[in-house]
């Protein structure tokens, strides 16, 4: 079983600044795509953003390009978020996920965390 924890979230004024942090524990493969999502109340998940396993490729939302960074630091089997201008509508929970699937993007991923509450005030 693949454990991923996420960490970092809290309230904040629009135009804010907060980093996500997911870190990955268990039985785990090597690198994985790893992946954000988030899901405001009474709406489906929806995808942020992935980074391919090297980190070399990142694909994003187009509600969050240009103003959330994904990175990675695969020595400590952790991915970030770096989420900057935030707006109200960003408020959600915010989900770390993993797949195996080589490719960046969004669709189903293997593995999820439990998520951590982001929430933007105006």
């Known amino acids: 079983q693949v454990q991923l924890v996420e960490s970092g979230g809290g309230l904040v004024q629009a135009g804010g600044s907060l980093r996500l942090s997911c870190a990955a524990s268990?039985?785990?493969?090597?690198?994985?795509?790893m992946g954000w999502f988030r899901q405001a109340p009474g709406k489906e998940r929806e995808f942020v953003s992935s980074i391919s396993p090297s980190g070399g490729r990142t694909s994003y939302s187009d509600s969050v390009k240009g103003r959330f960074i994904i990175s990675r630091d695969n020595a400590k089997n952790t991915v970030y978020l770096q989420m900057n201008s935030l707006k109200p509508e960003d408020t959600a929970v915010y989900y770390c996920?993993?797949?195996?699937?080589?490719?960046?993007?969004?669709?189903?991923?293997?593995?999820w965390g439990q998520g951590t509450q982001v929430t933007v005030s105006a």
């Open positions: 268990g039985r785990t493969f090597s690198s994985p795509v």
């Open positions: 996920a993993a797949r195996r699937l080589a490719i960046v993007g969004p669709g189903p991923y293997d593995y």
